[in-house]
């Protein structure tokens, strides 16, 4: 099945993409649509700050997101060869500032290059060679495709939205998302699904993969620590998690409709609101 459709002048028609840079992706106004990253912030903060990300034309500087970006591209875009070292050299001398000068060209040259220091190159290659020595995942994450982009129309509202897997086997009918963690265990990553919104996500590519291609798909996180001994773990998005977040997805759109027919994106409440007390401040009265 042919899933490459060309884009338009504007929003790109409904299907399934692969030459996606990740920054026309994220900032783009041709990519400003619903996605599972926007009903998170949605719900976690407000309209207004998802206003605010479609807005945004900038990459994030945050050491964490160009870590996990390398991480990303170096293990599941191989081919593309993106992440590069930056060169140790003293830039206050002659000799450093030429050789630096030199790196910025080719960086320049190269599309959508990640620079970061040989450490963390090092780290990279560490957890990649643990992640590939499961034979499982070096067949699932081998002959797939990578930063695979999806647009499709909302049956409901028919606003445009978006997702990009991090790898997609066709023949399977299987996304994977690849996710760096500091602790990758049963416990603190089913935390981790609910307090970073990862349900939603996995809910949200499998609605929107069966939509664009008509056959439903199965949904694994890889989560590897980013410490030694860069342990991996490999989870599945369980029913109940699809139904919780099934029911906020639909109140998520709803919200996203209503301002897009409003032109308003309001903030946090203008009320006074009461502090609500955490649930793990009563288990440990």
Known sequence: MKHD??????????????????????????????SSGGIRTLLGKSPS????????????????????????SYILEPDKKNVFIEPDVDKRTKEGKELY????????KKKNAIVINSELMDIIKNMKEILFENKMLSELLGGGKSEVTGVWDDPIYNFK??????????????????????????????KAVFNYGYHIQAQWYKTGMKIITG???????????????????????SMEMSEIAEIQIKKAKQIYNDCLKENKWPGYPKDIQQIIIPSWIRSNL
């Open 5 to 34: 459709i060309e884009l338009t002048d504007d929003h790109p028609k409904q299907g399934l993409y692969l030459d996606i840079s990740n920054n026309e992706y994220h900032h783009t106004e041709k990519f400003t649509m619903l």
């Open 215 to 237: 056959v439903a798909h199965d949904f694994i996180f890889v989560v590897q620590e980013k410490t030694p001994p860069y342990s991996v773990a490999i989870y599945n998005a």
């Open 101 to 108: 000068a030199k790196f910025k060209k080719i960086i320049e």
């Open 161 to 190: 939205c978006k997702l990009r897997n991090d790898y997609w086997q066709e023949d399977l009918n299987l996304i994977i998302d690849y996710k760096t963690a500091i602790d990758a265990s049963l416990e603190a990553f089913s």
């Open 49 to 72: 700050h998802l206003k605010a990300t479609f807005e945004s034309t900038e990459e994030s500087k945050n050491p964490n997101f160009i870590f996990g970006s390398a991480t990303h």
